[in-house]
Structure formats: C-alpha cells, structure tokens
C-alpha cells in the first residue's frame, strides 16, 4: 500500500473529527485539530484501492495462489460437516404456461453461496469478479431441478454465469438459466381454476452427510416475481419450502419454490361463453317462426347444432386429453343439450302436427264410427218384410229353451210355438201384438242421418289438425327454455365461483 501526503493550505480552522471516504468502501477518521500547524492542516490517507497498472501482478499472484493445487474433486471441508449452500433466486420473467404439455417455461438469476476456506485470502482487501471460465477449475454444487424437462444456460454474448470470491472464501455462483418445468395441472374447474406451479431445486449426488440447502435471505430470497405478468394468469402467492427427501440411495436436502396462478376469465368470456350463450338464444328464434316454415326453423336448427359443435372441437384441441369432466365441458355439453332441445321441440311440433295427430284423430274416428253402427244395431230390432224380429243367435238361446229350438230344416213340433225358421235356418220372432211393418221406417231413416253427419264430422277432423295445440307447444317453449337456462347458469356460475 501507498502512503500518500498531502499538504492543503488554507485560511480559517476546521474543528472535530470528520470521515474520509476512500474508493474501495474503507473510510477513516481524520484529527484535523491535531494536524493543523499554523495555517497548514496536514494530514495522512491510506489509499486501499489497487489502480496502478504494476499492482496487478499482485492480484495475479493472488489468483494464482489460491488455484494452485486446488483439488475441484473434493467438496469443501470434506470429512467434516456439511457445506451450507444458500441460494437466491431472482425472476426475469414466467414465458409461458401449457396446459396441454403440463408444464411452464421460467427465465430466472440463480445464485448459490457457499464458503470454502481453501479459497480465502488476506493480501488484498477486495472481493475478486472472475471469469466465468475460473468456475470449470471450482468446485460447484452438483445442483439441479428435480421437475426440470429442458434448461439451459445464456450464452449471448458470453456464457452467463458468474464467480466471485471473499476475503474470508465466500463464493457466489451465479447462472442466468431458462427451463422449462413440469407443472402437474387439476383442470376439472378449468378455466375457473388455480393452478400450482412448482420449481424442484436438489443435490444429485451429495446427501444430507455432505450437503445442506437453505434459502439465502430467508422469504427475500426470492425477488421479482411482484413484476411479473402473464397473459392468462395472474401470481396470487408464492411460497419457499426447504426439507430433506429420502431415496433408496440416501436423504438429499431439497428446495421447493412455489408459484399459485389464478387463471383470468376474461379471455374464455369473450372467446367461449358468450358465443355459447348467444348461439343457445338464436336457436330460441324458431319458436317464434311459424310451425309451417319447415325449411327455416331446421336451417336454424341444425346451423346452432354445428356452431356448438365447432365451438367444443376448437376446445378440446387446446386442452390434453383427460379422463375428467372440465367447468368449461359442463358448460358447453348444457349449451349443446339447449340447442338440440330447441331442434328437437319443432320435431316433435311437426310430428303433431303432420304425423301423430291426423293418425290418432282418425283412429278415434273409426272408433266413433263402429260405435255409431253398434248403435243402430241396438236402436231396434231387425224386421223383415213380413214383420218378423231377426234374432242373433244369443237372443235364441235366451228366447227359447234348447228343447225347443231346431235347426235347419226341422220344424216346431208345436203349432203354438213362438219361433218359426224358415229354409235358410234365421230364426223368427212374431211380435206380440199386431205390429205393422211400416211402423219402424221413420226412427231408421232419422238414425241414418245421424250416422251420415257424424261420419262428415270425422272426416273434418281428419283433414283438419287441432292447431291450437301445436301453437301452445312454441308458447309454452318461448317461456321454459330461457327460464331453464338461466337456472342453469346460476348454479353453474355459483357453484365453480365459490
């Protein structure tokens, strides 16, 4: 070191101790009082600072010093307790998050600290900033991220990475690393979900017996992720974990820093569900088209169907393919079963209208009109012309006992029997009195008519469908089908908000 005087001269005194600092951070105290002689204030400055071009050699020499027979096999202070390396980690920025590969991309400064006494010095009071080539002739930790797929380290314009040296053989080794780490994703409240997002630092070789991890800084040790923005999630929380974890091979000390992302909605409200929300009203428009538009109310129909369908595959190829239902999957499956209902609602409309309705109403008028002839066969009984009552065959039985009754060409043994047949075997009943054949002829003919005008009716029925009916299917549809929707979007947004 040099010791350099300088004479100030001056007029006036300058009274009390007062601090000079120097370049290298060293400061101080001066006695001005003491080193005033007259008017002459005289007084000394180490200068620690190391700026003359032949004082280099000096820290090569150091350098030197402290490389020679240095052995990079062997750990600090092996054979006796375990080196603490303490890390810190700075975040540049959080690139992306794929759900569909399970996994984010992570730009970060990751420094390590850790003292080896083999690496102190004592001739120059300086911490040493060396090549980032000096750190392939150190001992480093064998560090490396358990959840990692790919990482690598900087190289524009050099290899980032840095090694500094303390007097006392404090060494800092930082990299500038991007990797990429797997993030195991619950999607089933996708895109109302968080996510946790974890980064896995561990030895890979040293055990607990050798080594020891902690968090430099404790809950500082990790800075910038306050700054960080992402395009889908925002960071609610981070957190730091430090434990130990127990292989086949030995207990390993190990890191944990933890990302919670709450997904933003705004993206799927505007891409998602209010196009889904909107497709399921326009397919409501057709129960106000007339019953009779065919073309119009299925063009409409099957237009919404395909929209929804287009709308799931575009999903379905942006997220993996899980065995689980998703939030959004409920969402669009009821939008989807919304839309098919509308389509299926003027199906069944046309199927009263065109199909189901004129078959019952004729089978009721075929009903009808064998009711109205099992009517007139029961209005009267069948005369002939000479005014016997034709008998069926039950009526027989109960008439006249079965000794008294033959058939065919057998006549009645007695002349004061009531039943006569004549040659084709039709059995006879005279009535008793003295009815004329004439008498029945009006109440048949008023029957007849009767008969005639409910068969017009039936066939006005039939080539006329009840359309108040068909109507009241599209009322009562404009009135359930948004009242079910907005029910089901209540308790959809309740239940996976809260």
Same mark, same amino acid.
């Given at each position: 070191?040099?010791?350099?005087?300088?004479?100030?001269?001056?007029?006036?005194?300058?009274?009390?101790?007062?601090?000079?600092?120097?370049?290298?951070?060293?400061?101080?105290?001066?006695?001005?009082?003491?080193?005033?002689?007259?008017?002459?204030?005289?007084?000394?400055?180490?200068?620690?600072?190391?700026?003359?071009?032949?004082?280099?050699?000096?820290?090569?020499?150091?350098?030197?010093?402290?490389?020679?027979?240095?052995?990079?096999?062997?750990?600090?202070?092996?054979?006796?307790?375990?080196?603490?390396?303490?890390?810190?980690?700075?975040?540049?920025?959080?690139?992306?998050?794929?759900?569909? !590969?399970?996994?984010?991309?992570?730009?970060?400064?990751?420094?390590?600290?850790?003292?080896?006494?083999?690496?102190?010095?004592?001739?120059?009071?300086?911490?040493?900033?060396?090549?980032?080539?000096?750190?392939?002739?150190?001992?480093?930790?064998?560090?490396?991220?358990?959840?990692?797929?790919?990482?690598?380290?900087?190289?524009?314009? =050099?290899?980032?990475?840095?090694?500094?040296?303390?007097?006392?053989?404090?060494?800092?080794?930082?990299?500038?690393?991007?990797?990429?780490?797997?993030?195991?994703?619950?999607?089933?409240?996708?895109?109302?979900?968080?996510?946790?997002?974890?980064?896995?630092?561990?030895?890979?070789?040293?055990?607990?017996?050798?080594?020891?991890?902690?968090?430099?800084?404790?809950?500082?040790?990790?800075?910038?992720?306050?700054?960080?923005?992402?395009?889908?999630?925002?960071?609610?929380?981070?957190?730091? =974990?430090?434990?130990?974890?127990?292989?086949?091979?030995?207990?390993?000390?190990?890191?944990?820093?933890?990302?919670?992302?709450?997904?933003?909605?705004?993206?799927?409200?505007?891409?998602?569900?209010?196009?889904?929300?909107?497709?399921?009203?326009?397919?409501?428009?057709?129960?106000?088209?007339?019953?009779?538009?065919?073309?119009?109310?299925?063009?409409?129909?099957?237009?919404?169907?395909?929209?929804?369908?287009?709308?799931?595959?575009?999903?379905?190829?942006?997220?993996?393919?899980?065995?689980?239902?998703?939030?959004?999957?409920?969402?669009?499956?009821?939008?989807?079963?919304?839309?098919?209902?509308?389509?299926?609602?003027?199906?069944? =409309?046309?199927?009263?209208?065109?199909?189901?309705?004129?078959?019952?109403?004729?089978?009721?008028?075929?009903?009808?009109?064998?009711?109205?002839?099992?009517?007139?066969?029961?209005?009267?009984?069948?005369? !002939?012309?000479?005014? !016997?009552?034709?008998?069926?065959?039950?009526?027989?039985? !109960?008439?006249?006992?079965?000794?008294?009754?033959?058939?065919?060409?057998?006549?009645?043994?007695?002349?004061?029997?009531?039943?006569?047949?004549?040659?084709?075997?039709?059995?006879?009943?005279?009535?008793?009195?003295?009815?004329?054949?004439?008498?029945?002829?009006?109440?048949?003919?008023?029957?007849?008519?009767?008969?005639?005008?409910?068969?017009?009716?039936?066939?006005?029925?039939?080539?006329?469908?009840?359309?108040?009916?068909?109507?009241?299917?599209?009322?009562?549809?404009?009135?359930?089908?948004?009242?079910?929707?907005?029910?089901?979007?209540?308790?959809?947004?309740?239940?996976?908000?809260?």
């Amino acid at each position: 070191m040099w010791l350099w005087w300088i004479l100030l001269a001056g007029v006036g005194s300058v009274r009390g101790e007062l601090p000079f600092v120097v370049e290298n951070n060293a400061a101080m105290l001066v006695d001005w009082d003491a080193a005033v002689d007259g008017n002459e204030k005289l007084f000394a400055i180490y200068d620690t600072s190391v700026k003359e071009p032949r004082d280099m050699s000096h820290v090569e020499d150091t350098v030197d010093k402290l490389l020679k027979g240095y052995d990079i096999r062997l750990r600090p202070d092996f054979g006796g307790a375990p080196v603490a390396v303490g890390m810190s980690i700075d975040v540049a920025s959080i690139d992306r998050v794929s759900e569909v !590969n399970m996994d984010y991309t992570l730009t970060m400064y990751f420094q390590q600290y850790w003292r080896d006494k083999r690496l102190a010095y004592a001739e120059i009071p300086l911490n040493l900033t060396l090549d980032n080539r000096v750190a392939d002739q150190l001992w480093v930790p064998d560090t490396y991220f358990l959840n990692d797929k790919r990482s690598f380290v900087h190289g524009v314009t =050099v290899k980032n990475r840095m090694i500094r040296l303390h007097p006392d053989g404090t060494v800092l080794y930082g990299l500038r690393i991007t990797t990429t780490a797997a993030c195991m994703m619950d999607l089933r409240r996708y895109p109302l979900d968080e996510q946790n997002c974890t980064l896995e630092i561990e030895s890979y070789g040293y055990t607990t017996d050798d080594i020891e991890f902690y968090w430099k800084g404790g809950d500082r040790a990790v800075t910038g992720v306050t700054r960080i923005k992402l395009p889908q999630f925002s960071i609610v929380d981070y957190k730091l =974990v430090s434990r130990n974890v127990v292989f086949s091979t030995g207990a390993y000390p190990r890191l944990s820093l933890s990302f919670k992302l709450k997904r933003n909605i705004g993206y799927f409200i505007l891409q998602t569900y209010m196009p889904s929300v909107l497709i399921t009203i326009l397919s409501w428009v057709s129960f106000w088209i007339n019953y009779d538009a065919s073309a119009a109310r299925v063009a409409l129909g099957i237009t919404t169907v395909l929209t929804m369908t287009t709308i799931n595959t575009h999903l379905r190829e942006t997220l993996p393919k899980i065995p689980y239902v998703k939030a959004i999957d409920m969402y669009l499956m009821g939008c989807f079963v919304f839309v098919f209902l509308a389509l299926l609602e003027y199906a069944f =409309v046309n199927y009263i209208f065109f199909g189901r309705g004129p078959q019952m109403q004729k089978k009721q008028a075929e009903k009808a009109q064998k009711a109205n002839n099992e009517r007139e066969n029961f209005d009267g009984p069948k005369v !002939n012309t000479c005014g !016997n009552i034709l008998l069926t065959t039950l009526e027989t039985h !109960n008439e006249v006992g079965g000794n008294d009754v033959e058939t065919h060409n057998r006549s009645s043994s007695s002349s004061s029997s009531c039943a006569v047949f004549d040659s084709s075997g039709v059995l006879y009943r005279k009535p008793s009195g003295g009815r004329e054949p004439g008498r029945l002829g009006p109440a048949r003919d008023d029957q007849l008519k009767k008969t005639r005008l409910r068969r017009r009716s039936s066939q006005l029925r039939i080539k006329m469908p009840d359309l108040t009916n068909v109507n009241g299917i599209d009322r009562w549809s404009r009135i359930i089908f948004p009242f079910s929707f907005s029910l089901f979007n209540t308790i959809y947004w309740l239940y996976y908000v809260n």
